[in-house]
C-alpha cells in the first residue's frame, strides 16, 4: 500500500507537515485532501472574509503528486456598506 | 463470576441515591466475563440481544456506517459504562458496538436485569437515569461535531474523556491513555485524519495538549476548558470530581 505525505500552506504561506497516510492510491490521497480542505475552509470562514489553503501530496520518492488549493474571498461594489 | 464492586457501581452510587441492599443486589448480579482483542464486534445493528455488558477493562466505540461505507464513531465508552444497555428496553439495537483495545466486558442477561428492576424500583430509577446520561453525552457530541470548529471540538473531547477517564481513576495527574488511532479520531470527530493531525498540532502550539503513542497529556486544564467550550454539567459527575 503507497504511503502519501500531506504538507499543508496555510494563509501566511508557512509549510507544515501535517502527517502521511497509507492508502490504495492516488485517488484516495485527492479524497482525503478535499475532505481536509473542505473541513478547514469551513472553519477558516467563521472567523474571517478570505482564505487560501493549499495541500501538497508528495509521495515515498519525495515527488510531489498532487497539489490542491482552495481559495475564497468576497468582493462588494464600493456602494454597499460592508 | 458476581457483579461486585467496579466503576459502574462507582458511577451509579454517584447519579442515585440507592440504598445498602439496592447496591448488594446489584452487586451480586451475575456476570459472564469475556475477553476481546481489540478491534472485535460485540454487537452489531440489528442484532437483537438478551443480554447488556459492563465494560471492566478496555475501550470500546459505538460505530455507523454510512450508505457510501463511511464510518462515524457516535460514542466512546471506557471501563465503568455499560454501553447497551438501551437495549434492556429496546429490542433491536440501532448501533454496533467494537473494541478498540483489548478488552475485558461483563454480560449480564436482561432475565437478571429485568428481575433486579421489578425487585426494586430504586435500582430502575438508577438504571434509567445512566441510560439519561448517556442521552446528554450524545447530545453534547452532536453540539460539539455539529457546530465547533476543529480545535474547539477535539478540545472538548478531551476535555470530556479526561473527567470521565478520572472519575473512574484511569488518569495520571493531566495525563491519560487514549489508544484511538488517528482515523478512529477523525471518524469520532467527524474530520479528516489529515485534519486531526493539524488541529493537534495547532493545539500543542498553543501549549493545551500533547498526544503522542495513544497518550493525551493536558498542559493547561483551565484554558483547554476554555478553547474546548467546555461545560461538564452534561456528565452529571460527582461535583468533587470536576476541577482538573
Known amino acids: 500500500v503507497p504511503l502519501f505525505f500531506f504538507r499543508l500552506r496555510d494563509e501566511r504561506g508557512i509549510i507544515h507537515d501535517v502527517g502521511q497516510l497509507e492508502l490504495s492510491g492516488l485517488r484516495a490521497a485527492a479524497r482525503e485532501v478535499s475532505v481536509t480542505l473542505g473541513e478547514m475552509a469551513k472553519d477558516q470562514l467563521r472567523s474571517s472574509d478570505d482564505m487560501e489553503l493549499a495541500i501538497e501530496v508528495h509521495n515515498e520518492q519525495n515527488e510531489l503528486v498532487l497539489i490542491a488549493t482552495v481559495r475564497f474571498d468576497i468582493k462588494t461594489s464600493g456602494t454597499v456598506f460592508y | 463470576v458476581s457483579f461486585g464492586d467496579n466503576a459502574f457501581l462507582r458511577r451509579l452510587t454517584v447519579v442515585s441515591d440507592l440504598q445498602a441492599p439496592d447496591l448488594e443486589t446489584i452487586r451480586t448480579l ?13 454487537v ?3 442484532d437483537r440481544p438478551r443480554e447488556s455488558f459492563l465494560i471492566l477493562e478496555g475501550f470500546v466505540c459505538a460505530y455507523k456506517i454510512t450508505g457510501e461505507g463511511r464510518q462515524q464513531i457516535p460514542a466512546l465508552y471506557v471501563a465503568g459504562d455499560v454501553p447497551d444497555l438501551h437495549s434492556l428496553h429496546l429490542k433491536v439495537i440501532d448501533t454496533g458496538f467494537r473494541t478498540i483495545t483489548p478488552a475485558r466486558l461483563g454480560f449480564s442477561t436482561h432475565t437478571d436485569l429485568n428481575r433486579i428492576c421489578e425487585r426494586s424500583y ?9 441510560t439519561l446520561i448517556d442521552g446528554a453525552v450524545f447530545r453534547e457530541w452532536e453540539t460539539n461535531i455539529g457546530r465547533r470548529d476543529a480545535a474547539t471540538r477535539l478540545s472538548h473531547f478531551v476535555c470530556e474523556m479526561y473527567l470521565r477517564l478520572r472519575a473512574v481513576g484511569l488518569t495520571d495527574g493531566l495525563s491519560f491513555v487514549l489508544p484511538l488511532t488517528q482515523q478512529d479520531l477523525g471518524d ?3 474530520l479528516s485524519t489529515v485534519h486531526v493531525n493539524r488541529t493537534l498540532q495547532t493545539l500543542r502550539g498553543e501549549h493545551l495538549l500533547r498526544y503522542e503513542s495513544g497518550k493525551i497529556e493536558i498542559l493547561d486544564w483551565n484554558k483547554l476548558k476554555v478553547r474546548g467550550d467546555f461545560d461538564p454539567t452534561y456528565l452529571h459527575l460527582d461535583p468533587r470530581e470536576l476541577d482538573g
Not at chain 2, 430504586?122 to 437515569?129: D, E, P, V
Open chain 2, 30 to 42: 451475575p456476570l459472564s466475563i469475556r475477553e476481546f482483542p481489540a478491534g472485535s464486534v460485540i
Open chain 2, 44 to 46: 452489531r445493528e440489528g
Open chain 2, 122 to 130: 430504586a435500582i430502575t430509577r438508577a438504571l434509567w437515569r445512566i
Open chain 2, 188 to 190: 469520532a470527530m467527524g
